[in-house]
């Protein structure tokens, strides 16, 4: 069955170092969205992929995070520097379409800074 | 600005009782409401979603417009169902807004 995979699983890291999160998607899903889950809430959409384009970022912190889908599968989340307060789980997931369609989500990455 | 609220984070009831799992939202336009789960070690998933009024393991979730509720329920809860739930509310322009969770707990 296929599933959306995310790499790394586990990340630490020091504050001011970058860091990158990969996801790749099911295929044939042209929507992807990456979310930050901190302790004790539920997600928060980060940014939201329609194939290679963004249309939506409003959430995205842009001075410091960056997300990129070049060729509308794979993408990459990067946090360059990172704060104490980037600690949080990073979901990747994907559906067929935009709108109100089921989301598949990955396992998530967990990113501890210190 | 849309808001699903969850408000219990955790909820324990014994095996073969029914559970209810609290979901209220506000939106000003039309709601299209989901639930999602995630089992322990394991991905978040969808467990239901209000438009296709389906029963999924056992649970119901019926969309009450008049309360602005999404609420959770199964007559009788069993074992397996212990894991954390999240409401989620899906607003038009494409943003899915989750709540906090509530982790619910069966005990044999």
């Known amino acids: ?37 901190i302790l004790g809430q539920g997600p928060e959409l980060l940014v939201q992929f329609q194939d290679e384009s963004v249309v939506d970022d409003s959430q995205l912190p842009k001075d410091r995070f960056s997300a990129e889908r070049l060729k509308g599968v794979d993408s990459t989340l ?3 520097p990172a704060e104490l307060g980037d600690s949080a789980m990073y ?19 967990r990113l501890t800074v210190l | 600005a849309q808001r699903v609220t969850q408000p219990e984070k955790l909820l324990s009831v014994f095996k073969g009782a029914p559970v209810e799992l609290k979901c209220n939202y506000s939106y000003s336009g039309s709601p299209e409401l989901f639930w999602y789960v995630q089992y322990s070690r394991q991905r978040l998933q969808l467990l239901l979603r209000h438009i296709s009024r389906e029963s999924i393991k056992g649970f119901t979730a019926d969309l009450n ?10 007559p009788f ?21 989750f709540g906090a969770g509530t982790r619910l707990t069966v005990k044999p």
Not at chain 1, 91 to 108: D, K, M, V
């Open chain 2, 65 to 74: 417009k008049g309360e602005t509720s999404f609420h959770l329920k199964k």
């Open chain 1, 91 to 109: 979901l990747c997931a994907s559906s067929l379409f935009a709108g109100p369609n089921e989301q598949f989500f990955g396992p998530g990455t």
């Open chain 1, 1 to 37: 069955e296929a599933e959306v995979a995310q790499s790394p699983r586990y990340k630490i890291t020091e504050k001011s170092q970058a860091v990158a999160f990969w996801c790749d998607p099911i295929s044939g899903h042209a929507t992807l969205y990456w979310y930050r889950q």
């Open chain 1, 78 to 80: 990067k946090i360059q």
């Open chain 2, 77 to 97: 809860a069993q074992e397996e169902d212990s894991a954390m739930y999240y409401c989620a509310l899906y607003k038009d322009g494409n943003d899915m807004r």
